[in-house]
């Protein structure tokens, strides 16, 4: 039955590779959820026949097109959006825009693959979708921004909604960007509607909306560690990214009396030995905000703090590692320095941070290893709760927000135990997540019979 089990999944990823050529990380992200779902699906014929797996590695539609705009000096600028449509089995396509010029349908379709799941395990009734563009606001001027982000939603509304296809930000698109989209939905097509989320709080916004992807990793954490009859207090923590993920998690960490030494940026990264406190936190949320500076000028404004320069921070020991920059950043190497250096958790805050072979080692390992489809679902969770809210034409004051997010991080946190425990004790997350995300969508694609 394995060996039949493995030829199987090798015709299913040699299909995927040959139908989406070139598309590296769909690939990777198809390939990982993949492996565990063949195992489980292995003595359930009804998801075989009905082709569930092919189906949602098939995104619904793949939507591609030009947009226009005009720069400060006049020039016209032509970018490439799009939006992927993964799948709508159990609620309207949700997930973030990111605009970037690494953006591409490979690593939209892998977002939106990662998205379907994601959306599943928060409970929540939300399908899986992402979309974005080439173009970078960075070094971009307001006016510039707004005539892109008008261009831009002047092509999306036709395939978005409130009850359709509910984006929201990603990298590249926080409340500036969305507000701009907003106005230009509202003037198209004259509707107030929660066509985005991540919206200000003035118009139709979510109180905890900036906190939660950060605050629902540390509150996942938690409940992994309480799985293990420990706490994070006085665990020290190495920490990825300097983005609204990174500084709300590092945050929320230290409110819980954990110790955080790193942040980064794509110039380097700073290690504080003496800890991160929340005035530095501040310091930093004004100056990666407004400024878009290098964090090399934290060791500026701070000195017991050192710089390295074009270097990652998974060599510096610590008990738990959250990686929250980009995809891929966790390579093998990384990650058997951080085993070597005696991690205890590592939990993803960005999509896909670590790559196939990093988590194979951290499993391997018996590392307590939380996938970002389950770590960093806290966003995406209050997004869910805005759209609610959005639906009742009323908002919700912020300590319900904030137990009904702690809520979400332990029910998933609970699911993906519960699919990922194994024998000896050991909780395999990264399968539970796979597993317990799948089920669901699954069960609703099997009601709706060959659609």
Not at 249 to 273: Q, R, Y
Not at 281 to 309: C, G, N, R
Not at 359 to 364: A, N, S, T
Not at 383 to 400: I, V
């Amino acid at each position: 039955m394995l060996e039949k089990q493995h030829v199987d999944f090798a015709q299913f990823m040699e299909g995927v590779i040959r139908r989406n050529p070139g598309e590296l990380e769909f690939h990777q992200a198809v390939h990982d959820v993949a492996s565990d779902i063949f195992e489980y699906i292995d003595d359930k014929p009804a998801y075989h026949e009905a082709q569930i797996l092919r189906r949602l590695a098939e995104p619904d539609r793949v939507i591609s097109f030009r947009v226009c705009w005009q720069d400060d000096q006049g020039k016209v600028r032509v970018q490439r959006g799009y939006r992927v449509q993964n799948n709508n089995a159990i609620g309207p396509y949700k997930g973030g825009l990111r605009f970037h010029k690494s953006v591409n349908q490979s690593i939209l379709k892998f977002l939106a693959f990662e998205q379907t799941f994601k959306n599943s395990l928060t409970g929540l009734p939300m399908g899986g979708g992402k979309g974005g563009s080439d173009f970078n606001p960075k070094g971009k001027s307001d006016n510039e921004i707004m005539r892109f982000c008008q261009s831009f939603m002047t092509e999306l509304y036709r395939h978005v909604g409130e009850v359709t296809d509910v984006p929201a930000g990603d990298i590249g698109v926080g409340a500036k960007e969305i507000g701009y989209m907003f106005g230009q939905y509202k003037r198209i097509t004259n509707r107030y509607v929660g066509v985005l989320t991540g919206k200000g709080l003035s118009w139709g916004g979510s109180l905890v909306r900036t906190e939660a992807t950060g605050y629902g990793l540390i509150y996942f954490v938690e409940n992994m560690l309480a799985q293990r009859t420990d706490s994070i207090s006085n665990k020290t923590i190495c920490v990825s990214g300097a983005g609204n993920v990174a500084l709300h998690a590092a945050e929320k960490a230290i409110t819980l009396g954990a110790k955080v030494i790193t942040l980064s940026d794509s110039s380097g990264f700073v290690h504080d030995p003496s800890g991160l406190t929340q005035s530095k936190i501040d310091w930093l949320k004004q100056v990666k905000t407004d400024k878009q500076v290098s964090i090399a000028q934290y060791t500026e404004q701070f000195s017991e703090a050192s710089f390295h320069q074009s270097e990652k921070p998974w060599h510096i020991p610590c008990d738990i590692a959250l990686p929250c920059a980009t995809q891929n950043e966790i390579t093998q190497d990384d990650a058997i320095a951080l085993i070597n250096n005696g991690v205890e958790v590592v939990a993803e805050g960005a999509n896909m941070p670590c790559d196939t072979e990093a988590v194979r080692l951290f499993r391997e390992s018996k590392i307590a290893f939380g996938p970002a489809k389950a770590a960093n679902a806290g966003g995406v969770a209050v997004s869910g709760l805005e759209m609610s809210q959005n639906s009742a034409r009323m908002s919700w004051d912020e300590a319900r927000l904030h137990d009904l997010l702690r809520d979400i991080m332990r029910s998933i946190h609970d699911r993906c135990r519960d699919y990922g425990q194994q024998q000896g004790g050991y909780i395999d997350y990264a399968k539970g997540a796979n597993i317990a995300g799948f089920k669901k969508v699954a069960e609703a694609m099997l009601a709706f019979g060959i659609v």
